[in-house]
């Protein structure tokens, strides 16, 4: 059995770990203020491609949550990145939000619907037929197709909606065309990230609720995982995936000491 290095670094989920139905989790006030006064490389991620980091940090802000734009990672940004490594200076025709938009202008892309090189689907909230058909038009006609995330649902305080997976899906039926989806369960979302903050896979851990996305990606990308069960796991859950986190904790509140 190999020895793990200390953790000198921290990734973590954002819903579910640090705020469950936009209420915070007690302790996650905690756990962020002692990781900045350590000075430690750490970011909070999320699937969610909507909100841009200034954008998230003064959400978070609002209930408490004291996240510099800096350490926030969404698949909007893992997505550009992505896009910046494999097709530099490239052309993008997009459905989504200022998350991605914003993102994709900061690595140089060009957003037109005239014969671009992607189609990046993303989070919104005013999908419209047009957009989708223009969308099915382009990737017939070549465009590669990329999506932000594969979750098929979001969590809103009035029931599940609708998410960028779903949307993908009818893409998808149109065209005869999977899209590469870059944030998690992508490995790349964690690695882009760690990327980002100068961290090393062997000595960075990844908190999460969701055994299937935040987990398993931690697991592949080669950190040490910790399930938190304040957000969709339950701990009769664990048990029905063939791989394990390595700590299962009550909370975020549990992981002060670790840090
Ligand atoms: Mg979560």
Redesign the pocket.
Known sequence: MTERKPIESWLT?????LMHEGIPVPGADAFIAKLRDSGRPFLVL??NSIYTARDLNARLSRIGLDVPAENIWTSALATAKFLDTQHPGGSAYVIGEAGLTTALHEVGYILTDADPDFVILGETRTYSFEAMTKAVRLINNGARFIATNPDETGPSAEGALPATGAVAALITKATGKEPYFVGKPNPLMMRTGLNAIGAHSESSAMI???MD??ILAGLEAGMETFLVLT??TAPADIGKFPYRPTHVKDSIADLVEYI
Request: hydrophobic share 20%; charged share 35%; no cysteine.
């Open positions: 989920d954002m819903d579910g770990v999320t699937n999460g609720d969701r996305t935040d957000g969709l």
